[in-house]
């Protein structure tokens, strides 16, 4: 069975690697200081602190083990100064007519999405509709509650 790919950029494979090697070294110690500091409290049948410990414990361990396998898994992308078409790595300025607003996204692979950011991923409906695009293309997103249009107004 072929292993599952993930698009990442250069730079999302760095943080990614410097991420994983913060969860396993600073973060994973400071979780073993704290379930130790919650044993030193006795019964851990009803200390809700070590409980909390420990579950953060198993949480950073299944981190750890997804972000290891997604970077094991990595294709890295090479830098692409090309602003004739949107590709994953573009920065892209899109107006929704509907919602009367200019929007910037960059185009990334799915490790390194962060819509807080506008950092969209490439298998994200707007992130897929809008690749291989060019500046003045009308674009349709089929999102869940029904298709909307965006217009392509620069590739940055």
């Not at 090309?82 to 799915?110: A, C, F, N, P």
């Not at 695009?133 to 940055?156: F, N, Q, R, S």
């Amino acid at each position: 069975m072929a292993e599952q790919q993930y698009i990442m950029t250069k730079k999302g494979y760095e943080e990614a690697v410097e991420k994983l090697k913060y969860l396993q070294t600073v973060k994973r110690q400071e979780i073993v200081e704290r379930i130790a500091e919650a044993r030193s409290h006795g019964d851990l049948s009803e200390n809700a602190e070590y409980d909390a410990a420990r579950n953060e414990q198993a949480a950073n361990e299944g981190e750890i083990v997804d972000l290891d396998y997604k970077i094991k898994n990595a294709v890295i992308l090479e830098e692409n100064n090309d602003k004739t078409t949107i590709h994953v790595g573009s920065k892209v300025r899109v107006y929704d007519e509907e919602m009367d607003e200019e929007t910037v996204y960059e185009i990334t692979g799915t490790t390194e999405a962060n819509a807080m950011q506008n950092k969209i991923s490439n298998e994200s409906p707007v992130g897929a509709a809008l690749l291989k695009h060019k500046v003045g293309d009308t674009v349709k997103v089929a999102a869940p509650d029904g298709e909307y249009k965006l217009i392509v107004k620069e590739i940055i």
